[in-house]
């Protein structure tokens, strides 16, 4: 079984950044591709960002592009957010998943999901 469990969050002003953490128990984090979401309220939940298992590739979310980066550290079983340039819609739960490639269809899937942490943003 794999649990995630984020940290980090917080109130922040407009401007300013906040690196959001999420570590990862269980078996083989290392294969995991690691995505970021978030949920503002009375919105679905929005892709952010993934890294690859390698930590060689990432993908952005246009909205995000230029101001979050995500990094893992695979040794800590970890993987972060970096957010700069918070702007007040960026305020959501911010979620962590592990997700692998499903061998039939080919689409990655996101198998699990940690329980989020509150990330607000003041204007």
């Known amino acids: 079984q794999v649990q995630l469990v984020e940290s980090g969050g917080g109130l922040v002003q407009a401007g300013g950044s906040l690196r959001l953490s999420c570590a990862v128990s269980g078996r083989a984090f290392g294969s995991y591709t690691m995505g970021w979401f978030r949920q503002a309220p009375g919105k679905e939940r929005e892709f952010v960002g993934r890294?690859?298992?390698?930590?060689?590739?990432?993908y952005y979310a246009d909205s995000v592009k230029g101001r979050f980066t995500i990094s893992r550290d695979n040794a800590k079983n970890t993987v972060y957010l970096q957010m700069n340039s918070l702007k007040p819609e960026d305020t959501a739960v911010y979620y962590c998943?592990?997700?692998?490639?499903?061998?039939?269809?080919?689409?990655?899937?996101?198998?699990?999901w940690g329980q989020g942490t509150q990330v607000t943003v003041s204007s």
């Open positions: 998943a592990a997700g692998l490639v499903n061998f039939y269809s080919g689409r990655l899937e996101y198998n699990y």
């Open positions: 890294i690859s298992w390698s930590g060689g590739n990432t």
